[in-house]
């Protein structure tokens, strides 16, 4: 995979992203590609797989940072992007 094709990847929401790893899934077990760009198609859903699984991870992060108080007002929140 070229470094362009990681870029475009993660340029991608994760919405986007599943969505063509759902693509690439449907084409690959439909058997609608030869060989070589089965694993063409693979390699580039593996790379699909690993930024969604990133960027639920993420958000995982994001929404471990908040706490409740007894009344279940967020208390002790961080901002979810410091940068």
């Known amino acids: ?33 030869p060989l070589d760009e089965s694993i063409a198609l693979y390699a580039r859903g593996d790379k699909l797989r690993a930024q ?10 994001r929404i471990d940072k908040l706490q409740i108080d007894a009344d279940g007002k967020p208390v002790g929140t961080e901002p979810l992007d410091p940068d």
């Open 1 to 33: 995979m070229t470094d362009e094709s990681a870029n475009d990847i993660a340029d991608l929401s994760f919405e986007a992203a599943l969505e063509e790893l759902e693509s690439i899934v449907a084409k690959l077990e439909a058997g609608e590609a």
């Open 52 to 61: 969604c699984e990133a960027r639920l991870k993420a958000a995982q992060a």
